[in-house]
Protein backbone atom coordinates (compact mmCIF):
# COMPACT_ATOMS: atom_id res chain seq x y z
CA UNK A 1 0.00 0.00 0.00
CA UNK A 2 1.07 3.45 -0.82
CA UNK A 3 -0.49 6.80 0.32
CA UNK A 4 0.69 9.80 -0.51
CA UNK A 5 -0.77 13.46 1.15
CA UNK A 6 -0.69 16.73 -0.53
CA UNK A 7 -2.93 20.12 -0.15
CA UNK A 8 -1.19 21.37 2.96
CA UNK A 9 -0.22 24.87 2.87
CA UNK A 10 -0.79 28.25 5.22
CA UNK A 11 -4.32 30.25 6.00
CA UNK A 12 -5.39 32.47 7.57
CA UNK A 13 -7.81 31.80 10.33
CA UNK A 14 -11.18 31.02 9.22
CA UNK A 15 -10.03 29.90 6.28
CA UNK A 16 -10.75 26.53 4.30
CA UNK A 17 -8.02 23.51 3.24
CA UNK A 18 -8.42 20.64 1.24
CA UNK A 19 -5.94 17.82 1.55
CA UNK A 20 -5.83 15.10 -0.92
CA UNK A 21 -4.16 11.38 0.21
CA UNK A 22 -3.66 9.26 -3.23
CA UNK A 23 -3.72 5.62 -2.59
CA UNK A 24 -2.38 2.84 -4.16
CA UNK A 25 -2.05 -0.76 -4.24
CA UNK A 26 -4.94 -0.71 -1.36
CA UNK A 27 -5.48 -4.93 -0.47
CA UNK A 28 -9.08 -5.77 -0.40
CA UNK A 29 -8.66 -6.56 3.32
CA UNK A 30 -8.25 -2.84 4.18
CA UNK A 31 -10.91 -0.97 5.43
CA UNK A 32 -10.41 2.72 6.38
CA UNK A 33 -8.09 5.70 5.68
CA UNK A 34 -7.59 7.87 8.53
CA UNK A 35 -6.63 10.90 9.04
CA UNK A 36 -4.07 12.34 11.92
CA UNK A 37 -2.17 15.06 12.84
CA UNK A 38 0.59 15.72 14.74
CA UNK A 39 1.73 19.23 15.83
CA UNK A 40 4.96 20.24 17.42
CA UNK A 41 5.98 18.49 20.79
CA UNK A 42 2.64 16.59 20.54
CA UNK A 43 1.51 12.87 19.91
CA UNK A 44 -0.29 12.17 16.92
CA UNK A 45 -3.89 12.94 16.81
CA UNK A 46 -6.57 11.15 15.23
CA UNK A 47 -8.79 13.30 13.23
CA UNK A 48 -10.84 11.08 10.66
CA UNK A 49 -11.79 7.93 9.23
CA UNK A 50 -13.41 6.83 6.07
CA UNK A 51 -14.70 3.15 4.89
CA UNK A 52 -12.76 2.50 2.06
CA UNK A 53 -16.25 1.17 0.40
CA UNK A 54 -19.14 2.60 1.55
CA UNK A 55 -17.89 5.92 2.75
CA UNK A 56 -18.89 5.98 6.38
CA UNK A 57 -17.39 8.74 8.34
CA UNK A 58 -16.27 9.23 11.72
CA UNK A 59 -14.55 11.97 13.04
CA UNK A 60 -12.64 13.42 16.38
CA UNK A 61 -15.17 15.68 18.25
CA UNK A 62 -12.35 18.27 18.30
CA UNK A 63 -13.04 18.37 14.48
CA UNK A 64 -16.50 17.63 14.17
CA UNK A 65 -18.54 20.06 12.19
CA UNK A 66 -15.23 21.88 10.53
CA UNK A 67 -13.79 19.18 8.52
CA UNK A 68 -15.20 16.53 6.03
CA UNK A 69 -13.71 13.57 4.44
CA UNK A 70 -14.76 12.49 1.39
CA UNK A 71 -13.64 9.29 -1.34
CA UNK A 72 -13.41 9.26 -5.23
CA UNK A 73 -12.81 5.76 -5.84
CA UNK A 74 -11.88 6.23 -9.60
CA UNK A 75 -9.53 8.45 -8.83
CA UNK A 76 -8.27 6.38 -5.57
CA UNK A 77 -8.12 9.40 -3.59
CA UNK A 78 -9.44 10.31 0.08
CA UNK A 79 -9.91 13.95 0.71
CA UNK A 80 -10.29 16.04 3.55
CA UNK A 81 -11.98 19.28 3.23
CA UNK A 82 -10.77 21.37 6.38
CA UNK A 83 -13.29 24.75 6.85
CA UNK A 84 -13.13 27.17 9.58
CA UNK A 85 -9.58 26.56 10.14
CA UNK A 86 -8.33 27.68 13.66
CA UNK A 87 -4.21 27.98 14.88
CA UNK A 88 -5.13 25.27 17.31
CA UNK A 89 -5.06 23.13 13.63
CA UNK A 90 -1.56 23.78 12.80
CA UNK A 91 -0.14 20.25 12.62
CA UNK A 92 1.58 18.01 9.99
CA UNK A 93 -1.39 16.41 8.64
CA UNK A 94 -1.08 12.17 7.61
CA UNK A 95 -3.08 9.54 6.01
CA UNK A 96 -3.04 5.91 6.82
CA UNK A 97 -4.65 3.40 6.19
CA UNK A 98 -6.12 0.41 8.73
CA UNK A 99 -8.31 -3.19 8.65
CA UNK A 100 -9.99 -1.51 12.10
CA UNK A 101 -12.87 0.44 13.20
CA UNK A 102 -10.17 2.59 14.60
CA UNK A 103 -9.12 5.90 16.01
CA UNK A 104 -5.53 4.56 17.28
CA UNK A 105 -2.71 5.78 15.28
CA UNK A 106 -1.10 2.00 15.75
CA UNK A 107 -3.75 0.41 14.64
CA UNK A 108 -2.90 1.41 10.60
CA UNK A 109 -0.35 -0.10 9.05
CA UNK A 110 0.64 1.95 6.04
CA UNK A 111 1.45 5.96 5.85
CA UNK A 112 2.08 8.29 3.82
CA UNK A 113 4.61 11.21 4.08
CA UNK A 114 2.67 14.00 5.72
CA UNK A 115 1.66 17.51 4.67
CA UNK A 116 1.75 20.63 6.48
CA UNK A 117 -1.19 22.90 7.64
CA UNK A 118 -0.46 26.13 9.12
CA UNK A 119 -3.06 28.50 10.50
CA UNK A 120 -2.26 32.13 11.39
CA UNK A 121 -4.50 34.72 12.87
Known amino acids: VQLQASGGGMVQAGGSLRLSCAVS????????IGWFRQAPGKGREFVAR????????YYADSVKGRFTASRDNAKSTIYLQMNSLQPEDTAVYYC???????????????WGQGTQVTVHW
Open 96 to 110: ASTIYQSTEAFEYDH
Open 25 to 32: RLPRSSYA
Open 50 to 57: ISWSGGST
